[in-house]
Structure formats: structure tokens, C-alpha cells
């Protein structure tokens, strides 16, 4: 199986080195520094499930008159960039080829498919918290590194099939499921409150379960996010609020949302799929979410005080 890494930052960058070490043909498609440092040193994995450094490394940039002409396109990069993506995804499509996204959000597809054929997409969620330390070093927190995919319809997918044997053969610890509205829902809940409440508290993960306040609000997060989920439809379990937030408790003290590194290092943030998500489709769904509401006005302010102006998506909710 040829895989193309689409956007080799952290979450791609870890899971495509895993690949590439256990000797799974992985190339990777980046930009900027990271495709330099990836150039001109290879990648290297910092973590508590062994590190390793993945030298030389084939790495492709936008615009390269060469193409990667790949079974399996896994998309990792910001959802603010996720449709200008699918213009460069398109040039590295054979015949067969199935795109796999691993996004934050739920409208991924969606978004994809305006520029790609929805036959081609798939659905899979990424579990695992890492950051760029530096250009071409990925440091990775804690020891959950999981990935859940599976056909967007439900249908047997032989594509998805080998590329579980990847994972195996690579020691990650993955999961299909035909469910995947649902999967992608689970994670949605859990991660959009998570990364806006870090982000406007500046606070891991240790210092929300330590604040009974930030905690409170957390958890209303959660409950809003999962009533959003109902109402579009989505058969989402009864216990789902109790088990997020479990999984919120046992998030490593030291866990930073990746929306709070990029708000500290002054980068765009995914605001907008994600609480502005809940926001949007509660609104359309006719849900009410004040809380949601609350912190995504207090982040707008924030991001509004640093002088930058937030990417406004256009409406992807049904």
C-alpha cells in the first residue's frame, strides 16, 4: 500500500513515521519549514511509546511537478485549510484511490467533497496528543495514540481493510468501525469543548478537573455538544456525556489542546469547526447552547485583541 501523508505536522507527522519505521511505503506532502527540516534532516518522534527518527524521509511540497500517486491519502492538516488541500489531494488520485481524513471537526467530509468525489472519502478520527516541538520534531504526550476509520457509507472498504494490516504491522493501536457519524461525533464532543476551554483559560488539562468552576462549564460544554449531536440526527449513546467527560479526567495532567499551542505561538486556530461548529448547528437545529455561546464570544474577543481576524467558514451544517 503507497500512503501520502497530507500535511506533516503532528498528528500526520507521528502516525506516518510509525508507518514509514515498520516499513510501510509512506510519503509525505508539507510545506515550509517542515518540509525542509524534513529535507534536509528526516522526522523525529519524541514519546513515551519509544522515540524514533525516520531519515531520509520522501517528502513532496504543493505545486511539485512531481506527483505521489497513492492508494490511501491521509489528511491531517487544519480545517482552515482543508479545501485548498483537496486541490493539491486531487493531483496525487490514481483510479483507486481512497482519501482517509483525520480532521478535529465533523464536516470534513463535506468539505472535501465539494472538490473531491464523495466516493473517494472516507472518515476517521485521531486520538493522541502531540505537538511540532520544532520544525521536522514531534513531541508526543502521554501514551494514547489511537485512530478510528471506517467507509463514510458503512460499506466493506478492501482500502481500509490493508491499511488496518499497516497498522498492525506498525504496532499502532487502531479500530474500524462502520459507524464512523458516530465516531466522528464521539471525539467532536469530547475535543471542542476541550480545546476552547483550555484556550480561553491558558490552562492543561490538570488545571480544568482542579477548578470546580472550569470544570462545571466543561462539562456543560460536553452536554451542549452531544444535545447538537442528537438533534442533526446522529444515534449517539445515552452515557456518552459520562464517558467524555471520564475520558477528559484521565487526560494527562500536562495535556495542552492543540488550539492552545497555536494560540500561544499566534497561529489560526479551529475555532470556527469547532465550539463555532456546535454554535452553527445548534442554531440551525434549533438547540440551544448559551455556554458554547459564551466562550466562543469570549475567544472571538481574545483572538480579536491580538489584531488577527478569524477565518468566518461558510456554513457546512445541514
Known amino acids: ?42 522526522l523525529v518522534v519524541l514519546s513515551p511509546l519509544g522515540d524514533l527518527r525516520l531519515s531520509p524521509v520522501r517528502v513532496f511540497v504543493p505545486g511539485d511537478r512531481a506527483d505521489r500517486r497513492a492508494d490511501l491519502l491521509l489528511v491531517t492538516v487544519k480545517m482552515y485549510d482543508l479545501e485548498r488541500a483537496a486541490i493539491e489531494i486531487a493531483r496525487h488520485l490514481h483510479g483507486e484511490s481512497l482519501v482517509l481524513p483525520l480532521e478535529n471537526g465533523v464536516e470534513a467530509g463535506e468539505l472535501l467533497a465539494r472538490s473531491l468525489p464523495r466516493a473517494r472519502i472516507a472518515a476517521g478520527v485521531a486520538y493522541i496528543g502531540a505537538q511540532l516541538a520544532a520544525p521536522g520534531v514531534i513531541r508526543h ?31 499502532i493501536d487502531h479500530r474500524s468501525s462502520p459507524a464512523m457519524s ?3 461525533w464521539r471525539k467532536f464532543v469530547f475535543l471542542a469543548p476541550f480545546s476552547a476551554l483550555t484556550t480561553l483559560a491558558r490552562a492543561p488539562a490538570g488545571a480544568l478537573r482542579e477548578d470546580p468552576a472550569l ?5 456543560a ?11 442533526r440526527g446522529v444515534p449517539l449513546p445515552a452515557d456518552l456525556v459520562a464517558d467524555r467527560l471520564a475520558l477528559l479526567r484521565a487526560l494527562p495532567a500536562e495535556m495542552r489542546s492543540s488550539m492552545l499551542v497555536d494560540f500561544e505561538a499566534g497561529r489560526p486556530l479551529e475555532l470556527e469547526w469547532l465550539l463555532g461548529a456546535v454554535v452553527r448547528m445548534g442554531e440551525a437545529a434549533g438547540v440551544q447552547v ?17 489584531g488577527e481576524r478569524p477565518d468566518q467558514p461558510e456554513r457546512t451544517s445541514r
Not at 506516518?16 to 527540516?37: E, I
Not at 451542549?224 to 449531536?229: D, P, Q, S, T, Y
Not at 459564551?294 to 491580538?306: D, E, I, M, P, S
Open 1 to 42: 500500500m503507497r500512503i501520502l501523508v497530507v500535511g506533516a505536522g503532528a498528528v500526520g507527522g507521528y502516525f506516518g513515521a510509525r508507518l514509514a519505521a515498520a516499513g510501510v511505503d509512506v510519503a509525505f506532502l508539507a510545506r515550509g519549514a517542515q518540509a525542509a527540516a524534513l529535507r534536509e534532516r528526516g
Open 141 to 171: 504526550t502521554g501514551t494514547l495514540a489511537r485512530l478510528v476509520f471506517g467507509p463514510a457509507d458503512g460499506a466493506p472498504e478492501p482500502r481500509l481493510e490493508a491499511f488496518a494490516r499497516a497498522c498492525r504491522r506498525a504496532a
Open 182 to 184: 458516530v465516531e466522528l
Open 215 to 219: 470544570w462545571a462549564r466543561l462539562a
Open 221 to 231: 460544554l460536553v452536554e451542549e455538544a452531544v444535545a447538537v449531536g442528537r438533534a
Open 290 to 306: 448559551p455556554v458554547s455561546r459564551a466562550v466562543l464570544a469570549a475567544l472571538r474577543a481574545q483572538r480579536a485583541a491580538t
